[in-house]
């Protein structure tokens, strides 16, 4: 009885192989579908994200380089200022800075009288309490600026500098 009880078992055994083995062979094909699906994803998405792009994750495109600028150098100047008593004056170094553009540039020393007229205007019509602390001498500039701009056609200055800025 032993042995047909062991028979029982071996033919047992050889059932159980085979469908272990068909088990397997499912469960191999489940991973290989499931591992296959994970790969084509990350395929997909990192083509998205190379071609098109995620808000957050693609680097941050470069800002557009400033325009290469050029100056105009109009001299120095000695200018009697508004004050009451008439004693007083300016003598300041002006620098007008505009991007760089041939055709702007022939317009700039065209209308150059005009540009050094304009600024003498402008600063004769000052006092010295018009002009001393900085953020006065910055909305100076600002006027002289807008002065200039309006009567060019071809294009604007961007930035006045004063190289040399003298009251006495």
């Known amino acids: 009885m032993m042995k047909m009880a062991g ?4 033919g047992n055994e050889g ?20 591992l296959g699906s994970v790969i084509f994803g990350a395929v997909v998405v990192g083509a998205l994200a190379y071609f098109i792009g995620i808000p ?10 400033p325009p290469e600028m050029e100056q105009l150098d109009l001299g120095d100047r000695v200018i ?6 008439g004693s007083r004056y300016l003598r300041v170094k ?32 000052k006092t010295v309490d ?8 910055e909305e100076v500039k600002a006027e002289i600026i807008n002065s200039i701009n309006k009567k060019l056609q071809k294009g604007k200055v961007e930035k006045i500098y004063f190289t040399d800025f003298l009251i006495q």
């Open 7 to 10: 028979k029982k078992q071996t």
């Open 80 to 85: 009697n200022l508004a004050d009451e008593d």
């Open 94 to 125: 002006i620098v007008l800075e505009y991007p760089k553009n041939e055709k702007f540039a022939q317009e700039l020393e065209k209308e150059k009288p005009f540009i050094q007229e304009s600024i003498l205007h402008i600063l004769r019509t």
């Open 56 to 65: 957050g994750l693609a680097p941050k495109a470069k800002a557009a380089a």
């Open 130 to 137: 018009d002009i001393r602390p900085v953020p006065k001498e």
């Open 15 to 34: 059932e159980n192989t085979a469908k272990s083995k068909k088990n397997n062979g499912g469960i191999a094909k489940i991973v290989a579908i499931a």
